[in-house]
């Protein structure tokens, strides 16, 4: 007898994807996840693009962007998470790059894919009338939106909860090993078995341990400078000021107010140099203006379904695309029909798919909002006042199924922390909240990971904490 009939190994937006489309079957099934919180590397940006495939040269990505576009959009409806359909123009301060609008533009119509237009100067300033820089011609597509990757990944996982996954956070998958009829999977804490294993980390573990070098890998750094919502000229959607085969900037309106920044290039550039770059978007920016940078790594390679030891039941899930929260429930579905084929199943009658109810303050009328203070008072404490925060909200984010066990996990499902104070007036209430919460000390509180405590000691003038 197995532990379990399927192992989801890796609890990133793929993984929880695969979780929630598996959920409907009478299987039992487990996700492994090493990290405190589910899709824990989503945490550098708040705002995720929802791409088209227009952009792209690869056939395959293209039609996983399209069916992940089309299915995104539905779970957004169905979990109800904003989807922002904000459209995505691209510019470029280099003419020559012209030609390649036009190749973009053909290969969208040869696709299949509507809603992607050759504009002219007019149409583009109507679109984004505070464009940095005078351009004659670009590739405008109404399709890109906007999500918070949390929330979907979130509402995947809670879902899936909810029918009966079992997520077993931080535990870290050591050794896979083919066994008869089956798998072994060992982690630091325990040793399962299992008929079928899903192995989305394989970037990182393969079976029997052996790490596969992957040659032809395109990995560019990529630099992201975050403003704040003080910026003065605002853009609306996406732009792309596509400069030449390595070098673009894109900028992406966040759902917090405020703009990010992306910057590739191959070029060593200071931060005055790449200010400048993305002036030809966004004007009026200024270095007090910043409040995050980071760098990552950008990756055009494709991403792989490799089912070639499916009849073993093996399929892992490599590649590290940028449009990756696009492809992810393309790729679960994808493995859902794998499955199918593969396996003897049916589908549990008594299948909920539906979230729990979250009730967002910020967003509620002052009758909804008076209504939901008599049900429970902590609606009426604010604790961020930047977005309208309130306990309740946070409160419910930790006793959520799946909730929040770290200060990241809190902002991350309430929003709070985004605000322009970026935190600093309500970190410890959270702290504070969670420690009460889970009944522990807040010396225990930890920002996202065991390494991360937030508090080294108590100082005693400071008691009330
Ligand atoms: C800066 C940036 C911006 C991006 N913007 C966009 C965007 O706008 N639109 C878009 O579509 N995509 C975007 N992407 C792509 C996408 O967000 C990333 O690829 C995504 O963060 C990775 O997704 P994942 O959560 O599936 O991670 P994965 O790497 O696929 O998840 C693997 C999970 O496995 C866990 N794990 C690893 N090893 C083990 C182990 N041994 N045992 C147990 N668990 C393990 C990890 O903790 C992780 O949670 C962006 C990526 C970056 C870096």
């Given amino acids: ?29 487990a996700l492994i996840e090493k990290d405190y919180d589910i899709a824990n590397d989503l945490s550098c940006s708040n705002t995720a693009v929802i791409y088209d495939g227009s952009e792209t040269h690869d056939d395959i990505m293209c039609e996983l962007e399209k069916t992940g576009r089309d299915l995104i959009e539905k779970h957004c409806q169905k979990f109800n998470i904003k989807y922002n359909k904000v459209g995505a123009l691209r510019i470029s301060s280099n003419q020559a790059r012209y030609n390649m609008f036009d190749i973009m533009h053909k290969n969208a119509r040869q696709r299949g894919i509507d809603g992607v237009h050759i504009i002219d100067h007019n149409e583009i300033y109507n679109i984004e009338p505070n464009l940095g820089i005078n351009t004659n011609k670009a590739l405008y597509s109404e399709n890109i939106a906007l999500i918070s990757p949390y929330n979907l990944a979130v509402s995947y996982a809670e879902v899936a909860a909810d029918n009966g996954v079992n997520f077993r956070l931080e535990e870290e998958v050591i050794d896979i090993k083919n066994i008869s009829k089956g798998f072994k ?99 009026g920016i200024k270095k007090e203006l910043i409040t995050n940078m980071f760098t990552e790594t950008y990756s055009g390679n494709g991403m792989c379904i490799d089912d070639s030891n499916i009849k073993d ?51 509620m009328s002052k009758e909804q909002r008076n209504k939901i203070i008599n049900l429970d008072k902590r609606y009426g404490n604010i604790i961020c006042s930047c977005n309208s925060i309130s306990e309740g909200e946070i409160v419910d984010s930790i006793r959520r199924p799946l909730g929040a066990r770290t200060v990241e996990g809190v902002k991350r499902r309430t929003g709070i922390g985004l605000g322009s104070c970026n935190g600093s007036y309500c970190n410890m209430k959270i702290i504070k909240i969670l420690a009460r919460e889970m009944n522990k000390s807040v010396l225990s509180i930890v920002d996202d990971s065991m390494d991360s405590k937030v508090l080294v000691g108590r100082i005693k003038e400071f008691n009330e904490i």
Avoid: W
């Fill in 1 to 29: 007898m197995m532990d379990y009939d399927v192992l989801i190994l890796g609890g990133g937006i793929i993984g929880c994807a695969v979780a929630y489309e598996l959920s409907k079957y009478n299987i039992n099934i």
């Fill in 185 to 283: 999977v060992t982690t630091n804490k325990n040793k399962f078995t299992c008929k079928f294993v899903i192995n989305t980390i394989s970037n990182e573990i393969s079976i029997d341990n052996q790490n596969e070098v992957y040659s032809e890998i395109r990995n560019k750094k990529m630099k992201y400078i975050l403003f704040n919502q003080e910026v003065q000229n605002n853009i609306n959607g996406v732009v792309i000021n596509d400069i030449d085969d390595d070098t673009f900037i894109i900028n992406i309106s966040t759902l917090s107010k405020g703009n990010l920044i992306g910057i590739k290039s191959n070029d060593y550039l200071s931060l005055e140099e790449e200010l400048e770059l993305s002036e030809s978007i966004l004007t």
């Fill in 313 to 363: 039941g093996y399929i892992k899930v490599t590649g590290n695309h940028y449009a990756k929260i696009t492809i992810a429930p393309a790729i679960a579905v994808d493995i859902e029909d794998k499955i199918k084929i593969n396996m003897n199943i049916t589908k549990k009658r008594d299948y909920i798919d539906k979230k729990r109810e979250v009730y967002v303050f910020r967003n």
